[in-house]
């Protein structure tokens, strides 16, 4: 023990050995169950291009029900069969906004693939697939 334990009682419990900080006789209060705790609501604001993306996605979702196979991991040559899955474009909104809306520009992809693009197109994507594909087969770098 260091010497203000020994020398000062502990102002909640007036007992020496400890501090009021860590004191085992003082009141706390008690911890809410996660059932208790109120669920926050999640602000989302969307506007008529968030609308008009988001029915596009529905829209492509319903003209290819069931499993679907990845654009991207049948180019690597996986056969990955998905149930649930993206609708991914194939060119950047970002750099191309007059084809956001065009279903003719939508493949379906996986999660990862999804993420992995991100707002690059699909030629500059396949460049990078193509580099992994041949880091893969000389045993460098997993392909995925």
């Not at 988001?54 to 690597?76: D, R, T, V």
């Amino acid at each position: 023990m260091s010497a203000w334990q020994t020398k000062k009682p502990c102002k909640a419990c007036g007992r020496s050995g400890h501090s009021a900080f860590n004191c085992p006789f003082k009141a706390r209060k008690p911890l809410l169950a996660k059932t208790q705790l109120k669920p926050k609501k999640r602000m989302r604001k969307i506007g008529k291009v968030g609308k008009k993306l988001i029915a596009l996605s529905k829209e492509f979702h319903e003209e290819h029900p069931g499993a679907q196979l990845c654009h991207y991991c049948l180019y690597m040559g996986w056969e990955n069969w998905l149930e649930v899955w993206n609708a991914e474009h194939t060119l950047s909104k970002v750099r191309h906004p007059g084809f956001r809306f065009d279903k003719g520009k939508l493949v379906i992809s996986c999660a990862w693939h999804n993420a992995d693009k991100s707002s690059k197109d699909i030629e500059e994507y396949l460049a990078i697939l193509d580099e992994r594909k041949l880091a893969a087969s000389k045993g460098q770098v997993r392909s995925m």
